[in-house]
């Protein structure tokens, strides 16, 4: 199956967390495809600096979208 787009991945993030941070895990389960398929969407749109992932003080990790992703959201 094919990764999501970084459009994608940035339409759920605002979708889930508006302008914050959102768990990754919810963010997989509202991403098209298996965990495997939508962690690969996630990754990409990480690389080329659209999204930010940090780990929360709970070990748990964290995904926003970056400035260049807002840019990009807007663009459209």
Do not use: C, F
């Not at 508006?18 to 749109?45: I, K, N």
Request: charged residues 25%; proline residues 7%.
């Amino acid at each position: 199956m094919k990764a999501p787009e970084p459009r994608e991945v940035l339409t759920a993030i605002t979708r889930l967390g508006g302008d914050g941070y959102v768990p990754v895990y919810d963010l997989l389960l509202e991403l098209p495809g298996d965990r495997r398929t939508a962690q690969r969407g996630l990754r990409r749109a990480a690389n080329q600096g659209l999204v930010l992932e940090r780990h929360g003080p709970d070990g748990r990790r964290y995904a926003a979208v970056a400035s260049d992703g807002w840019a990009l959201l807007n663009a459209a």
